[in-house]
């Protein structure tokens, strides 16, 4: 079988390996678990923020009392 090496064997060859990609969901799940990882760590900063001046003066209040 004769290889092809003109312009229509690399246009063959690319929209092959674009669609194996289109197929492959392995890079799709990583991004969706980076996104839940990102929603995550930005909630628990706001949550940190949030609480922590009251956090704060609560061991404030306990050192205190030691």
């Known amino acids: 079988m004769k290889k092809s ?4 064997g690399s246009t ?4 092959r390996m674009l669609a194996r990609f289109a197929q492959n969901e392995c890079g799709a799940t990583a ?7 990102g929603g995550l760590s930005i909630t628990i900063i706001i ?3 949030a609480l922590g001046d009251s ?3 609560m061991y ?4 205190g009392s030691i």
């Not at 404030?60 to 050192?63: P, V, Y």
């Open 55 to 57: 956090v704060g003066d």
């Open 5 to 8: 090496t003109g312009a229509e």
């Open 31 to 37: 991004i969706e678990y980076a996104l839940i990882a």
């Open 60 to 63: 404030t209040g306990i050192a």
């Open 47 to 49: 949550a940190v923020y």
């Open 12 to 15: 063959f060859g690319a929209s």
